[in-house]
């Protein structure tokens, strides 16, 4: 997917359908403005430790200020998280 440019390496996570209905039409079409990623912010940052809440927070702040820095720095967490099953349930 990512290599026929329907998703980005990093960024938010695709939301199920039924998860979609739990964020406010505000922030919704924020989020689906963007390519979903492959890994994120919210998967370096305690993943299934933390809320739904607490995931489109970060998914929003994410959008709002990217940069290529924090790409990368999400990339090389992530190669953490995935190594020491940080988050996973």
Partial sequence: NILRGEMNLIGPRPYMLNELE??????QEII???KPGLTG?????GRNELTFKKRVDLDLWYIQNWS???DFVIFLKTIKVVLFKVGAR
């Fill in 22 to 27: 739990d964020i406010d039409k505000s922030n």
């Fill in 32 to 34: 689906l403005k963007v």
């Fill in 41 to 45: 912010l919210w998967q370096v940052s």
């Fill in 68 to 70: 290529l820095w924090m």
